[in-house]
């Protein structure tokens, strides 16, 4: 069984109590709650001290889905020369934090496949500057 608590405002505790009202299956006061209810999905116990805990088998319903500026750190990479026969096998990677993207979005950064080569010369220090990064180079001789 899952838990998890939160901290909410006796407002914020009676509103999730209204919404929650016609899915309650039965309802009690233990002591020092301002109630415990049970549903078909969890059992919810709002304490007189702001911690609401949600018990159940699946509380994946109560995380908010993060929003674009909410967005995990991500990584990524890419190689290019892995067609060539003459040429070096050249990586790159970096990390995109959230203060990156909003730095990169508001340069109009964006798939590198729909900008083009000047551009993207004038954007990479930019990206360097911002994200870490990573660059290997791998010459014929080692592969």
Known sequence: MATLTKNMTKEEIFQLKNRLSPFILKESTPQYT????KTKECSITAYTSGKVVFQGADLSWLEPKPTHSEAQDQAGSDEVGTGDYFGPVVVASCIVTNKARKKLAHLGIQDSKQVDDVKIRKLAPII???CPHSILIVPNSKY
């Open 128 to 130: 360097k500057e911002v």
């Open 34 to 37: 301002y109630y415990q209810i």
